[in-house]
């Protein structure tokens, strides 16, 4: 099986699906910016690289290491300050330090522009890329029909809940939504069924479900979204 697939999304969009995960490329008439790096250490830069002459800007939602594992062919990863700790933590010796991408700055890649949304909550300095032209949103591990990440240090779904609020609030900018997990587009009414699933949670409502693999959480599912949650953190 090859480690990426590389799916061609619209005149200037791609994912790149990488098993379990995926990462997205979007160009404009300066530069191409690359959504992640995957779980798979293989040569993502040189398949970027047969689309695009572009320089290419990696950009991290998040610094979970199932989104950064090719950074060490980049010579800088963004990501929000808030995710430094983390990424810090988890980077390999050689992969691309990290640099700054603030709450409201616009990614400007000529022709094409994007503004970061700092989303706290599945990590503290998470972030969502909004395309107002195209009306879409990239949302990392932040939205998702399968289950969100939302136990141990770093997360916190209370916070997850309010950046879920925000964006609810942003929603006449975008139609649709490119996530990191399961199916790649989902709808802005993904948004209310997560939020109705935390709700359920947090009130107590919804049944502990084992997780598919071994996992020091328990499933939690509340018609089409849920969460991956300790129920000792409650
Ligand atoms: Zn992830």
């Not at 999304?9 to 790096?37: C, P, Q």
């Not at 990239?138 to 998702?144: A, F, K, P």
């Not at 136990?151 to 964006?167: C, H, N, T, V």
């Not at 997560?194 to 409502?205: D, S, W, Y």
Request: net charge negative; aromatic share 10%; glycine share 6%.
């Amino acid at each position: 099986m090859p480690d990426f697939e590389l799916i061609q999304i619209d005149e200037n969009s791609w994912r790149i699906e990488a098993g379990m995960v995926r990462a997205y490329l979007f160009a404009g008439t300066n530069k191409a910016m690359l959504v992640d790096s995957t779980a798979t250490n293989a040569p993502l830069y040189d398949l970027v690289k047969t689309v695009t002459d572009l320089p290419v800007m990696l950009v991290n939602t998040h610094a979970d290491p199932d989104h950064i594992a090719c950074n060490e062919q980049f010579e800088a990863a963004y990501m929000h300050p808030a995710e430094f700790a983390l990424y810090n933590k988890s980077k390999k010796k050689d992969d691309a330090p990290a640099r700054p991408l603030w709450n409201r700055d616009i990614i400007d890649l000529g022709g094409r522009t994007f503004e970061v949304i700092h989303i706290p909550g599945h990590t503290c300095g998470s972030i969502a890329l909004l395309d107002r032209e195209k009306r879409v949103l990239i949302s990392g591990d932040s939205i998702s029909a399968n289950p969100i990440f939302i136990f141990g240090p770093f997360r916190d779904i209370s916070a997850l809940q309010l950046s879920l609020e925000l964006l609810k609030k942003r929603s006449a900018d975008f139609d649709s939504i490119y996530t990191s997990h399961g199916e790649y587009e989902a709808g802005t009414e993904q948004i209310d069924m997560i939020l109705e699933c935390a709700k359920e949670l947090m009130a107590g409502h919804l049944t502990a479900e084992e997780p598919p693999f071994p996992l020091p959480a328990k499933m939690y599912r509340y018609n089409g979204a849920g969460f991956y949650f300790d129920p000792a953190e409650f």
